[in-house]
T-cell receptor, first 114, second 113 residues
Framework: DGGITQSPKYLFRKEGQNVTLSCEQN?????MYWYRQDPGQGLRLIYY???????QKGDIAEGYSVSREKKESFPLTVTSAQKNPTAFYLC?????????????FGPGTRLTVL | SQKIEQNSEALNIQEGKTATLTCNYT??????LQWYRQDPGRGPVFLLL?????KEKRKERLKVTFDTTLKQSLFHITASQPADSATYLC????????????FGTGTKLQVIP
């Protein structure tokens, strides 16, 4: 089955710890994205990548880091510098053609900082 | 500043009626607009895309309109069913050349049997 997977589904972290969220896709998509969703708010873009070994900051990149060493993988690290990391994190991918491609989302990771 | 507005209040409608959701935007000139469905605790699922040169798009019971003069998109679900209950998000591109969209906050739809 083609799709996008995220792990773990639930993640708990102590304050001051870094944590890495996994995102893998087997859709052969070039573009990948990380969003954060808070209650009552829309999806806010953290980072996106259009090609391997390249990524750009989104609207709320502070306190986060990413890497894109392989086409199918786009892990997100939530660092201790992120002041309010408790949220629902969504990873997505798209083919990156002429524009307007739909984004395929993973099931999400709910991060709670204790 | 740029803004995408969807009705934050939940929309409750009777089964069988047509649900109409609104997406308004300011200070954008989108080349396209997308609609997604999101169920609680899950990732959004793409429904429809409409481009700036299209007035209307249909897919089964779904219809989307796009008025670039009013800066508004309407999303209609005809013959609504309880299974249509979800949050619906609009998303539009903010700059050309990138696969980068900005999402609205979504409208929660509740279809009452």
């Amino acid at each position: 089955d083609g799709g996008i997977t995220q792990s773990p589904k639930y993640l708990f972290r102590k304050e001051g710890q870094n944590v890495t969220l996994s995102c893998e896709q087997n859709l052969n998509h070039d573009a990948m994205y990380w969003y954060r969703q808070d209650p009552g708010q829309g999806l806010r873009l953290i980072y996106y990548s259009q090609i391997v070994n390249d990524f750009q900051k989104g609207d709320i990149a502070e306190g986060y880091s990413v890497s894109r060493e392989k086409k199918e993988s786009f892990p997100l690290t939530v660092t201790s510098a992120q002041k309010n990391p408790t949220a629902f994190y969504l990873c997505a991918s798209s083919p990156r053609t002429s524009g307007g491609d739909e984004q395929f989302f993973g099931p999400g990771t709910r991060l709670t900082v204790l | 500043s740029q803004k995408i507005e969807q009705n934050s209040e939940a929309l409750n409608i009777q089964e069988g009626k047509t649900a109409t959701l609104t997406c308004n935007y300011t200070n954008y000139s989108p080349a396209y607009l997308q609609w997604y469905r999101q169920d609680p605790g899950r990732g959004p699922v793409f429904l429809l895309l409409i481009r700036e040169n299209e007035k209307e798009k249909r897919k089964e019971r779904l219809k989307v309109t796009f008025d670039t003069t009013l800066k508004q998109s309407l999303f209609h679900i005809t013959a609504s069913q309880p299974a249509d209950s979800a949050t619906y998000l609009c998303a539009l591109d903010g700059s050309g050349g990138y696969q980068k969209v900005t999402f609205g906050t979504g409208t929660k739809l509740q279809v009452i049997p």
